[in-house]
Each structure stands twice: as C-alpha cells, then as structure tokens.
C-alpha cells in the first residue's frame, strides 16, 4: 500500500473517532484542519458561518435530530449534540452527506439536508447552552 | 352534519396558511389533542412548547400512565423492568401548560367544533388532533374477543397486557408450547411480534428449554425477515416454527376454555396463546367521521385530514403512505403537524414537511438490529426517499452498539414526548 495511502485511512480512523467526541474545541479545529489537508472531510461545505444560519429553521429541522439525541443527556452512543462546536458539526453533517463518515442512519439524515440546512442547525444547536 | 358544510369544510382546505383563527370568546386559539402517545404526547408537547403560551393546548388521554408499547418486548423478555416503560403527564402540565384531562373522548362534533368527554365535558376546538393508536377488528381472529384477552393476551397495548403475557410465559409448564397468531398488513410495528418471539425464546431457552414457540402467521413474509431467521437459528436453534400463509398460517381459530389453536385444520392444545388480531384506527377517528375503510386518510403535507382540514390524524390511526406505523413514524408526523397547526393559528412559519423512521429490534441479549428510511410529502402519499436495514452476518459489536443506540433512542424520543 502506499504510504500516503496509508496516512489517509489513519487519518480517516483518528477523524471518526473523534470529530463529534468530546475533546476540547481547539483539539478538534485542529483535527479537523489535518483532515481537510488529506481531503477527508470537505469542509468547503462548512465555510458558511453557522452565525449566518437561520435559526428558526434550524429549530424546526433539530426536532428530527433530538427523536434520538437527547438535548439534555449524554447518552454512550447517541452523543449530545447541543454545545457542539458549530464548525466540528457542520463539518460532520458534510461528512456524512458525502459518506465518508460511516453511520446508516446519519448518511442517511444529513443526506437530504442542504447546505442552508445544515448551516441553520448549527445555527439552532449553537443557541443551546 | 349537511353535505354543504363538508364540501364547504372542504373547500377551506387551500386556507393552511391563513393566520390565527380565533376562538369565540377566548384570546387564544384551541387545540385539542386526543390521545396522549407517541403522536399526541409529541404534538401537544411541541404546539405549547413552540407557541410559548398563545395557543391553548389540551391533551385528552385516560390512562394516568403511558406504558411505551416499544420496549414493551424487551419487559417481556425480562430487560427492562415495566416502570422503565412507564410515563406519566406531570411534565407536559408543569413545563408547558397543557391542560391534561384524563378522560376519553367519545364523540366529535365536526361542525360545531367539540369534543365531548365520557365525564360529559364538552371542549370547544379550533384544531383537533386526533393519535389514538389502534383497534382490534372483531372476528379476525375466530374464536377470539376482548373479553378473552385475559386468556389469551394480545399485549399489543401495553402495561396490564404486557404483564399477563410475562407472567402466562414464566408460568408455562415444563416443555408447554407458546403461540402466537401474528397479524395481518397493515398493523402497529411490522417487526414487533417477531421481536416479541425473540423476547419470548430468550426466557424460554433459559428457564424452559424443552418448551415449544409456534407462530401462525397470514403473511407469506415479515419485516427484517432475512435478520430474524439467521438470529433466531444462531440463538434458539430447533425452538421456533413459524408457519406462514403458504403453510395455512392464515387459517387460524381459537377455543380459548379449551386453550386449543386450530391451524389449516388442525387442532394443538397450546399454554399461552398470544392473540395478535388484525388492527384498524383507534375508534374515535371514526367516530369523527374522518376514517375511509380502517385507516384515516390524511394530506401529507400537513397530515389534516382528507375529510375535514381541521382535524388532524396521528400516528397508527391515519392511512401514512409508506410509513411504517411506528412510535417513531407518530413522532416525526407530529412535527410536521405541530409546526403546520401552529403556523396556521398563529402566522408562525410553516417549513415543509419531512418524515424519518428508524425501528430498531432486539433478537437476542445485545444483537440489535435496525431499519429506516426517509420520506417525503407527494399529491399522493407519503413516500420513500431513502432507506437502510442492517445485515445478516453483522459482527458481532456492530450488533451491540445497534442495542445501545436503541436505549439511547428510547431515553430520547420519550423525553421528546412527555418532558
Ligand atoms: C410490541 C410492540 C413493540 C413496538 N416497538 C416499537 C419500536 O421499537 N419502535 C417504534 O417506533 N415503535 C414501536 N412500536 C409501535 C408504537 O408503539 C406505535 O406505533 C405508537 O405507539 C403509535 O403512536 P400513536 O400515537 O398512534 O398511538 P399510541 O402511542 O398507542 O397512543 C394512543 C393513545 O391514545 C389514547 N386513546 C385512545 N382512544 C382514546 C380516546 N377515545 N380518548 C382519549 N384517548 C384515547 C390511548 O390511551 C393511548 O394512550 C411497537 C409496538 C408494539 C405493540
């Protein structure tokens, strides 16, 4: 295998693990900045601010999310997404959609939301403390 | 009720949008929501919770209790005990303001716009919603009425039901047969009765080996079908005999004083007889006059009614295209409904719907296994956008976090509807 092959499915394994994990937000950007370097997560779609995002719609769309997430509760393997960082979330829902991240029913979810969307639930999921 | 005012109801149907439709005499718009499950508790919740206080929200359920029919299963298979199914209404009051009344609502009056309780109440409404699950349809199971389900429980509505069937099975005899007559399409939870059969094998082979699972079944296959067949050899080998249609799996009839199940013509003497009978709209859709055949057919935009668009239907009860009917299809519909009722009695923005449904199933002490899909509102339907279902041969920790995500779901979606 080659080995920059090889530093891609490391670098893919490392990015699963953590990029909705709860680790410090300065450790996760710059995961997250590695991985947009061996183009693993497209980020691109997460330039938009979540600060621009339509919250109202953002709120409406998040009652799809919390059916599983609880908004109140760490949960083992449904993390909380409330106080997430909005980029680190944006850049998940992209990586879903693109299913370079690996989860049936997240692929699913974030495939049909548009940029706009997934820029108005970071939006919503910001405004929670 | 004269044809005039319902082709005039009718015709209001294009009016969604129309801002705050007032109440006489009140400040506030009226919602009444019937039945306080996975549609109703859900949709009052998020009507008082979005509006903050400019609609008021009733909610109309009798039981004091709401034992989650999902999960039930795994109470029965001695996982959960039946208070972890168990929720009550103090939070939707406290929280939110809605008025709870437990009580049943039998009969609606369309025109004048009531709903009036057994207790004699009668509610004024500007929109109803009506979740009350199912019904069973008399006679589909020869031999078999309500007031035999002591004998042979259908526990396809949980709580009481749920603990009879636990306890006939603790109780069976050693090597006793158990058996269960499945329903046929279209009926609450297409993979809870085979869930139910793995629940059943799991206490079975543990506490009675020798014991015997039978299931006449109408139908020539079932949900996760592929999946709980591999489980079911892999964890209960020899214990389970499903007998489909193709094997007279339809041609069923019970003697409950006798405890004999007949099947293609003949007769076995069974232990416990788990009676799931055919299903059709809790009856007080039809009572309302918005039920066609046993469902209730409903818009997809907005899920009101194709009869009357102030009223609305939930959940099992309505004719749902190709949702599965499921606690989470009744979750996700009432969203849909609770932004769109909203929108329309207050001006508040209305989004366009989207539907999701994810059901998870249990086979054997952490082997989950889940199917989903989304969907999307047509002229027609609701329709099929995208799906997954979990594989046969999944290894073995891909199969236990499955279960996890399912208690993690539980703990989610009922917090959506009852805190
Ligand atoms: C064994 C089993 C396992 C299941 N497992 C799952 C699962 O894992 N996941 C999943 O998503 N779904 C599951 N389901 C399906 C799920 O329980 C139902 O689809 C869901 O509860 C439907 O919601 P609903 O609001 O339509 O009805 P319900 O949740 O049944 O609520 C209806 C409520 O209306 C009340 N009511 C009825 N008539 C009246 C009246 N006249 N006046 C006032 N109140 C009234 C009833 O008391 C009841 O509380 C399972 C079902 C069963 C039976």
């Known amino acids: 295998m080659m080995p920059t092959k090889v530093a891609v499915l490391i670098m893919r394994g490392i990015c699963k693990r953590w990029a909705l994990k709860d680790c410090g937000s300065k450790v996760r950007k710059a995961m997250l900045a590695i991985c947009a370097c061996f183009g693993i997560l497209p980020v691109a779609g997460a330039r938009a601010e979540a600060k621009d995002g339509d919250v109202e719609l953002g709120a409406y769309l998040s009652a799809e999310c919390v059916t599983c997430h609880q908004v109140n509760a760490q949960t083992e393997e449904i993390p909380q997404i409330a106080g997430l960082d909005p980029n680190a979330f944006m850049a998940a829902m992209q990586a879903y959609k693109a299913k370079q991240r690996e989860h049936p029913i997240m692929q699913m979810m974030a495939g049909r939301l548009n940029d706009e969307e997934i820029v108005a639930l970071a939006a919503y999921f910001s405004t929670l403390e | ?419």
Request: charge should be negative; proline fraction near 6%.
């Open chain 2, 1 to 419: 009720m004269t044809w005039n005012r319902r082709k005039f109801l009718g015709a209001a149907t294009g009016a969604l949008s129309a801002p705050a439709v007032l109440a006489e005499g009140s400040g506030k718009p009226r919602v009444v929501v019937v039945g306080g499950g996975a549609g109703g508790g859900t949709v009052a919740r998020y009507i008082a919770k979005d509006s903050d206080g400019a609609i008021d929200v009733t909610l109309i359920e009798p039981s004091q209790v709401y034992f989650s029919c999902f999960f039930s299963n795994l109470y029965i298979g001695g996982l959960k005990s039946i208070d972890e199914i168990g929720h009550t209404y103090g939070a939707l009051a406290a929280n939110y303001g809605i008025n709870v009344i437990h009580d049943w609502a039998v009969a609606v009056d369309r025109v004048d716009k009531n709903v009036t309780l057994a207790g004699g109440q009668v509610l004024p409404y500007d929109k109803l919603i009506l979740s009350p699950g199912i019904d069973f349809i008399e006679g589909s199971v020869p031999g078999w009425d309500l007031s035999v389900q002591t004998k042979m429980p259908h526990a396809y509505e949980a709580g009481s039901q749920s603990q009879l069937l636990r306890a006939q099975i603790e109780n069976m005899p050693e090597g006793g047969v158990y058996a269960m007559v499945a329903p046929p399409n279209p009926y609450r939870c297409p993979p809870g009765p085979y869930e139910r059969i793995s629940m059943v094998a799991h206490v079975l082979k543990a506490t009675n080996p020798t014991a015997k699972i039978v299931i006449a079944d109408p139908k020539p296959k079932f949900s996760k079908m592929a999946l709980f067949e591999d489980g079911w050899a892999t964890h209960y080998p020899g214990l389970i005999d499903w007998i489909g249609e193709d094997f007279g799996g339809g041609d069923v009839s019970v003697d409950p004083d006798q405890m004999m199940l007949t099947i293609d013509g003949e007769e076995m003497a069974v232990d416990v007889c788990n009676v799931i009978p055919a299903m059709k709209a809790g009856r007080i859709a039809e009572l309302a006059g918005v039920t066609d055949g046993r469902w209730a057919p409903v818009n997809s935009a907005d899920m009101s009614s194709k009869t009357d668009p102030d009223v609305y239907v939930l959940g099992d009860a309505c004719q749902q295209g190709d949702m599965p009917k499921s606690g989470f299809s009744a979750n996700s519909q009432a969203k849909v409904c609770a932004n769109a009722v909203r929108g329309s009695l207050t001006g508040s923005r209305i989004f366009p719907p989207r539907y999701a449904n994810t059901c998870w199933s249990l086979i054997a002490v952490n082997d989950g296994v889940k199917v989903g899909a989304t969907y999307e509102a047509t002229e027609e339907k609701i329709a099929r956008v995208d799906g997954f279902v979990s594989q046969v041969g999944e290894d073995a920790n891909l199969r236990k976090t499955t279960y996890e995500e399912s208690e993690n779901w539980y703990a989610a979606i009922t917090a959506d509807m009852f805190h």
